[in-house]
């Protein structure tokens, strides 16, 4: 890893999946006011026969102040997940990781909204695109704690 990043926590799998049940509804409710907050971009599109990414449609959209309200909840539910230790890292797609210890380096233990619980891992740098099973036998590839 190039930049040393400070976590609050560091999460052995137990503690990751004891945490899903604390997170899940609120990852669920991201992912309601994210869909509700793109049909109502969509409709203001529509109606100012407009591109989405308009700056005529973002002053629609603010003068309704739902928009504004969803951004608002989305912001405030991605802190309180946060707040346990954990990372929202994919609010769209429900995507939640962990930081955990694996011999010296840290990596991720990463679940996804649906999954009953924490399955896979990655190395930071990889992101979602380098998920790995949680036993992975490649080389330095399981992940064991």
Same mark, same amino acid.
């Given at each position: 890893?190039? +930049? +040393?990043?400070?976590?609050?926590?560091?999460?052995? @799998? !137990? +503690?990751?999946?004891?945490?899903?049940? /604390?997170?899940?509804?609120?990852?669920?409710?991201?992912?309601? !006011?994210?869909?509700?907050?793109?049909?109502? $971009?969509?409709?203001?599109?529509?109606?100012?026969? /407009?591109?989405?990414? #308009?700056?005529?449609?973002?002053?629609?959209? =603010?003068?309704?102040? =739902? !928009?504004?309200?969803?951004?608002?909840?989305?912001?405030? $539910? &991605?802190? +309180? @997940?946060? =707040?346990?230790? %954990? @990372?929202?890292?994919?609010?769209?797609?429900?995507?939640?990781?962990?930081? %955990? /210890?694996?011999? #010296?380096? &840290?990596?991720?233990? %990463?679940?996804? $909204?649906?999954?009953?619980?924490?399955?896979?891992?990655?190395?930071? =740098?990889?992101?979602?695109?380098?998920?790995?099973?949680?036993?992975?036998?490649?080389?330095?590839?399981?992940?064991?704690?």
């Amino acid at each position: 890893m190039a +930049e +040393e990043t400070t976590f609050r926590r560091l999460f052995t @799998i !137990a +503690e990751a999946d004891n945490t899903i049940p /604390l997170i899940r509804g609120k990852v669920a409710r991201i992912k309601n !006011a994210l869909t509700r907050l793109r049909g109502e $971009l969509e409709q203001a599109a529509r109606e100012s026969n /407009l591109p989405p990414w #308009s700056p005529q449609v973002s002053e629609k959209l =603010s003068e309704k102040g =739902s !928009a504004t309200e969803l951004v608002r909840e989305v912001r405030q $539910l &991605i802190e +309180e @997940i946060n =707040s346990h230790g %954990c @990372i929202v890292n994919g609010p769209e797609a429900g995507l939640v990781d962990f930081p %955990c /210890l694996l011999g #010296s380096e &840290i990596v991720f233990l %990463c679940w996804q $909204l649906g999954e009953p619980r924490v399955g896979h891992w990655h190395r930071i =740098s990889d992101g979602f695109a380098g998920r790995r099973p949680l036993l992975d036998k490649e080389p330095g590839g399981g992940l064991v704690n």
